[in-house]
Structure formats: structure tokens, C-alpha cells
């Protein structure tokens, strides 16, 4: 008994470093630098001003709501694309492809977000793929504004955020027991009551686990949107970039993250809260 | 097991004692600074290793500032945004001037940088290159284009595209018949001239393709034919021109804006010696030159001229009269606090619908 507790605490070592100095104490450092603000006159304060300054300006809430709404719509999109395929790979394609067709999945992530997006860059283009394709075959003769679109921006946010959709969706199903689905067959359910009474309640640990690891991920994209996005598209993360970078007011961006943090959490809790999950049964 | 630890830590230091022995030089500059054949002769005459970071202007206070001025043993920052963040953070080093081989340098652009740099009467940077900042025209379809009041010509809705950063807040205010850079001394006169810029912008919005945010794209968005008129560097303009005759850089009658990068040393740089050693490297009249003509902008090196290719003399000439050249607003430093009234500007207008 002794002894396993200590290699308890052995293990834990290395744990606790990691999440301390990579993730706590620089996490500490932005928290208290978000409250200091430096008045016109030079003068150095702690106060709430940062804070203030997302709420007073028009802009940056607007902004924010815009992303909300973008990554919202975005997530609801990946569920509606990836579904049937990860319903495809678990349930219905022999045992011995689905996990070739799952490593197939992967393979955009092993390419790296950017050179996805550069690749999508060429395809939309007004003199890209597809435009001088349509124009070839006569179906057009000018060519579609895709790219620098909203279009494009949420292709590009879809595409790198599907498969964190995928995998935990097929992993919930797979545990789902075929026979579940003949015995109400059997009892003369219909394919959309199976369908919404035994498919979706029993994937829906893995729908919404998937589902928040895909609006994490988009709501805090910074690529995508800032080169696939159109002249209007204004992300919020690119406004945390550019107190960063082009203002240097690191104070007010850090506020702003911390906004990021504790807004786009909220709108997690309010959804599971809706949608009556509980947080712990998505982690199984 | 005691002796196997110290067994590894030996080798652990006389590996790190090797790769210590090569000298290396970290240098933080702009795609293009450092052209790789330079770079391969510095490495042979010298011995010592250089690691290039390539960046921008942001990026480039942004890093320094993150590690007090550590991590580089040189930066290229432009002259005007030395010495506001100088003044704030002192991320750079004053530059001695008795270890720069000033003699090969052209006299009064030493002289304007020294004075532009200085904080507390101590200069931050040596000048390396220069060049401006105007349009970049496709002749074929915009034959008249030829001032900055052109990036809001209707006669081109749709073909037109520019950088959303703060060189072109000021390039509209001088197509607006406006002089932004003698209102630097007057905060409040210059937050209501950027808020007759922004709406200018604003209200063209709909003529503009899209923003670029890249020399390549600036390149790219040309090349295609997506767009016929740009804001752009020289260099980008006349490498364009070389594929493409139709294509070419134009000094805007309002004025070219001019901008000068440098030299500049971290405050925490471990190898000063190598930093000078480069700098006066690339500043000998022969490397300049190649500089100049592999990347087509001017050198602060004085006797590079007789070095330079006869295409890039005709680049200059074609695109810059007498009165061009007089007409040529050299960017002062920028005051402290402009670029958030600046970046609150540019938010707003990338907003916008």
C-alpha cells in the first residue's frame, strides 16, 4: 500500500510541472497584467478599464458575437456533415476498413492547418480549380467570387475541424449494440424513430464531446479566418493579435483573452445546460 | 548509477562545449534581408553560423519586448519604430558607433537615422536599405492610375487591394490633400484627420477586392489579374515588372512614402561582435550591390552604384522623376500613443460592412 502511493506521487511530479510552469504561471502573469491600464497621462493603475473597454466599444463585443455566432453555426455544420460518415465507418462498412477508413481522416491534420488552407486557397480562387473548371465546361463565364468570402472562411474553419467531430462520434457508436437496432425494427419502428430514439440519445456523449472540442477550436482559430476570411470578416482572436502585436497593449489583450476564456466557456455551460447534459458523462 | 549520470552529464556538456566552439549569429530580420549566397560567404570569411528568424515590424517589438530584448543578437527594425518603444521598454542596445565602418556609408542617411533613433541623445540603429511605399499598376487596364486617391476610383471597383495597416491610414490622408506627418506634434489635430480617413475608407470599402497581408500575396493578387492597382513596395512592383511589362511600380503624384530599415542591437545580444561583423559586411559596396539587385531596394552602402545591374538603374529612373524624388515623404518617428488611436482606426474599417 505504501509503495504504490508513493509511485503515486512519483508520477504526479511531471504532471504537476507540466500544468504549473507551462500553463498556470504564464496563465497568472497575463491574469494580473489584464488589470493594469495605463491612463492617458502616463500613470500606471490597477483597475477594470481593460475589462471595460470590450463592453463600452461597440466593436469588440460586436466581434465577439459575431465569432460566437460563426463558431456556433460552424459546430452545428461539422455535426451535419460528419454524422453520416461516422456513422458509415462504425455501423455499416466492414470491421476490417474502419479503422483504415478512420487513419484516412487523419490525414489532413498530419498536412498542418496552414498548407490545408493555402491548398484551399488555390482551389477557390477567381482563377483557382474550380472557377476554371465551371468555365471550361460552359457552365459559367465568369468566375464565382469564393475566395475572401465568408464561403471560404467557413470551408476552411469546417474542413480542419471535422475530425474532432468524427472520432469521438465513432467511438460512442461502436459501443452501440446492433441489436438494439433490430430488436425495434423488429418491433416496427420506423428508421427516423430508431433513428432519434436509440442512434442519437446513445452518440450523444460523443456529439457533444465532439461538439466542444470543434467550437474550442474554431471560436479560437486565428489562420483560417485571417486568410481565407473576406475584408469584412473580423475574428476575435485577430483583435487579441492586434493589441498584441499592433498596439502593444498587452494589458487590454490580455483582458480580452481571459474574456475569450470565460465568454466562450460560458456559451459551453449554457449549451450542455440546454441540451441537458452533464459534463462528466461526456468524458466517458 | 552515480557514475552513469556523471558519465552522461560529461558528454551532455562536451556536446553543448562543441556546439558552443561555432560562433552563431541569431538575427531577426525580413524575408529577403539576408540572401542566402551572402549569407554563405559571411559563414566562410568569418566562421561564424548565421540562424536567421524572419519577421516584421510588429512582430519584431513584440518579440524583443516579450524577452527584454534577449534571444536575437540583431534586429532590422525601421527607422521611425525605434525610438517610441526605445523610450518605453529598452529592448535595444545603443550602437558604438567606432566599431561600424561608417566611411562606406552614404554621410546624411547615417546622419538622419542617428537623429531619428536617439533616445536620451544616444542612436539605436545603422541604416541597411531604403525604398517606399506607393502603387502598383497594371498599365494595361488602368493606363491613368497614378496617385493614392486612385485606391477609391470607382473606374476600378473591384480591382483594387491594399494592406490594412497604418502606412496606409497615411498614404489616404496625402491622396486626401492632407500632410498627416506635420500633424505628429498634435495629437487631437491627427485623431480628427483619422477619422476623416477611416470614413473615406470605409465608404469606399465596397471598390476593394481584399486587403492583402503579405508581400507574396501582394505579388500573388497582381499576378493573377485579381486586381489591377495596390498599394506596394518598389521592389515587389519591379520584380513584377520583370515577368510583366505592363505591370509597374508608380511613385503617387501626392507623394511615395519612404522608409528606411536598419540595424538595431538587443539590449540582451550575446554576440555583439558578430552583429557589427555583419553589419559591416553587408554594408561593403559589392554585397550591398548584390543585395540591391537580387531584391531591387536602395542600400545605405555610399559606392554600390557602380556595382549595381543597368535594369535597376532603369527601374528607378522609370518610376521616379526629379520631382517624384523631391516629392518623397520620409516617414518621422512615430509619437507615443499614435498607433492605438491608429489601430482603433483600423479595426473599425476592417469591421465594417
Redesign the interface.
Known sequence: MKKSKYVFYVLLVPVLLWLITLIVLPHIELFLSSFRFETDEGEKIISLANYMAFFSDE?YW??FLNTAVYSISITFLAFLVTFPVAFYISKVVAKKYSSFLTLLLLIPIWIGELVTIYGWMILL???GVINNFLISIGLIDTPIEML?TDFSMTIGLLYMSMLFMIVPIVSTLESLDDSLIEAASDLGASKWTIFTKIIIPHSMPGITSGGIIVFMLVIGDYVAP??LG???S?WFTE?IY????????WNEGAAFGFLLLILSSAIIWLALRASGQKLERVGS | MKKIVLVSAAALMLTSGALMAQETLRLLTWKGYAPKALVEKFEKQTGIKVKITYSNN??M??KL?ATRGGGFDLAQPSQDRISF?QKEFPIYKKIDFTKVNTGQLITSMVDAVKKNSAVNGNAYAVPFCYGTTGMIVNKKYAPNANDWSDLWNPEYAGKISYRL?RPLLIATAFGMGEDPFALYGDKKAYRELMKRVEKKLIDN?KL????W?SGDMQVALMK???VYVESGWDGKGWSLHKDNADIDFIAPKSGALGWIDTFAIPAKAKNIDAAYKWINFMLEPKNAAFFTNDQGYGTASKDAGEYLNQEIKDNFSRSFSKADIDNIKWHPPVPAGF??IE??V???I????
Request: aromatic share 8%; hydrophobic share 30%; no cysteine.
Open positions: 466593436i460586436r466581434t480562387g477567381d482563377n475572401y485571417n486568410l473576406g475584408k469584412s473580423l483583435q492586434n493589441k498584441f502585436l499592433a498596439t502593444f497593449n | 510588429e512582430e517589438i513584440a519586448r518603444v495597416k470599402k476593394v477586392k481584399t486587403y497581408t493573377s489579374g485579381d498607433e492605438k489601430a482603433k483600423l479595426d473599425r476592417k469591421a465594417a460592412k
